[in-house]
């Protein structure tokens, strides 16, 4: 271990564009912070990326089926750590939500015309997505 690390520490987290028949995406609305977002949490110690986001998204949003697509990797500051992000594709999966501590509402959304209330980190992604824009490194 490096010294680096003790002053770095790095986060990784798994995020989800889940589609539905019609092309539309989930967004989520969490109890905790502002703005409808791709859901999405925490890799467990020693955890595979695709499976923390199937596992994640079925407590979360009840999402049954499917098959996680990897898209990219992004990073972003999270306070005084580094969070590292996996960004997956999931078609042919079924949601079955309810209310629950973390997520109070979902919605299934047009990616070339998100609802007003998106975070900005939610709307590029869409555009990287659709392909109306690049992949940035950084979420």
């Known amino acids: 271990m490096t010294l680096r690390v003790l002053w770095a520490p790095t986060s990784f987290g798994v995020a989800a564009a889940v589609y539905d028949d019609q092309g539309r995406v989930l967004l989520v609305r969490q109890r905790y912070t502002a703005g409808w977002r791709l859901p999405g949490g925490g890799v467990g110690r020693g955890e595979a ?33 580094t969070a590292v992000v996996a960004l997956y594709s999931i078609d042919g999966a079924a949601v079955n939500f309810k209310p629950n501590l973390e997520i109070r509402d979902v919605c299934f959304a047009d990616p070339f015309a998100p609802p007003d209330g998106c975070t900005p980190a939610t709307l590029r992604r869409l555009q990287e997505l659709t392909g109306a824009a690049p992949p940035s490194h950084h979420w």
Not at 51 to 73: D, H, K, P, Q, W
């Open 49 to 81: 990326a695709q499976a923390a986001i199937l596992r994640e998204l079925a407590e979360e949003v009840g999402l049954v089926g499917g098959e996680a697509r990897f898209f990219a990797l992004y990073t972003r500051k999270a306070g005084w750590a």
